[in-house]
C-alpha cells in the first residue's frame, strides 16, 4: 500500500447524527493511533491500539466516541449523537513498532457538524 | 501531565538566515521529543526525534533537561522550509503523545 489511508476524507453531518471514520494503517503496522486536531491547534490524541487491543483510549471526550480495530488492521472511529463541537479533523497514524515512535499519518477527515 | 508549548504561532525569516522553532515541554519523567512537519496540502510527517541525534533536511534539535526546551533549529533557512511544525511529547507510557499548537514558519525569497 502508498500508506495510511483514510476514508471519507470529508464528512458533513448533522447535529444528533451518527458518524463512523475509517483508517486502514500500513500492512503490517502493529500500533494505531486517532488524533483529534480542531481548527488552530495541534493534534490531541484519542486512542491507541496495538494490534487489535486498544491499549489507551484516555483521549476519547466522551462515551459518544467509539474505536475499534476487530482484526487488527482497519480500524474504525465511530462517533454517536454528534455535537458541532466534534467538528474538527481526524487524523490516523500506524507505525510498525509496538511502542509507536515512527508513526505515518493519514490524510485526514474533515468533519463538519452542523 | 504532559504539557507542551510553542511560543511562536508565526515565525516569518528571509533565505538564508538561520532558523529557531521554540518548544519547552513539561513532563515529570524522562520524555521522548519529536519534531513533525506538515507542508502544504500534505500530511503530517515525523521530522526527527531526539534519541536519534539526527540532522534532517538541515535542521537538528538538541534536548536540554534543565530548561525543558527541544528547539528546532537551521542555519540557512530555504524557501522549501516554508511549512507548520509540531513539537511533541512522549512518555513512558507508549503510544500516547502530547503534541504543541505548532509554528507556522514563512521562508521568504
Known amino acids: 500500500g502508498a500508506g495510511v489511508s483514510q476514508s471519507p476524507r470529508y464528512k458533513v453531518a448533522k447535529r444528533g447524527q451518527d458518524v463512523a471514520l475509517r483508517c486502514d494503517p500500513i500492512?503490517?503496522?502493529?500500533?494505531l493511533f486517532w488524533y483529534q486536531q480542531a481548527l488552530g491547534q495541534g493534534p490531541e490524541f484519542l486512542t491507541y491500539?496495538?494490534?487489535?487491543?486498544?491499549?489507551?483510549k484516555s483521549g476519547l471526550p466522551s462515551d459518544r466516541f467509539f474505536a475499534e480495530r476487530p482484526e487488527g488492521s482497519v480500524s474504525t472511529l465511530k462517533i454517536q449523537r454528534t455535537q458541532q463541537e466534534d467538528s474538527a479533523v481526524y487524523l490516523c497514524?500506524?507505525?510498525?513498532?509496538?511502542?509507536?515512535?515512527?508513526?505515518?499519518f493519514g490524510p485526514g477527515t474533515r468533519l463538519t457538524v452542523l | 501531565a504532559q504539557r507542551v508549548t510553542q511560543p511562536e504561532k508565526l515565525l516569518s525569516v528571509f533565505k538564508g538566515a538561520p532558523v529557531e522553532l521554540k518548544c519547552n515541554y513539561s513532563?515529570?519523567?524522562?520524555?521522548?521529543l519529536f519534531w513533525y512537519v506538515q507542508y502544504s496540502r500534505q500530511r503530517l510527517q515525523l521530522l526527527l526525534r531526539?534519541?536519534s541525534r539526527e540532522s534532517i533536511k538541515g535542521f537538528t534539535a538538541d534536548l536540554n533537561k534543565g530548561e525543558t526546551s527541544f528547539h528546532l533549529k537551521k542555519p540557512f533557512a530555504q524557501e522549501e522550509d516554508s511549512a507548520m511544525y509540531y513539537c511533541?511529547?512522549?512518555?513512558?507510557?507508549?503510544?500516547?503523545?502530547?503534541f504543541g499548537d505548532g509554528t507556522t514558519l514563512t521562508v521568504k525569497p
Open positions: 497514524a500506524s507505525s510498525l513498532d509496538q511502542a509507536g515512535r515512527w508513526e505515518f
Open positions: 500492512s503490517g503496522h502493529v500500533s
Open positions: 491500539f496495538q494490534n487489535e487491543a486498544q491499549l489507551d
Open positions: 513532563y515529570s519523567g524522562s520524555p521522548e
Open positions: 531526539h534519541i
Open positions: 511533541a511529547l512522549r512518555g513512558t507510557n507508549a503510544g500516547k503523545s502530547t
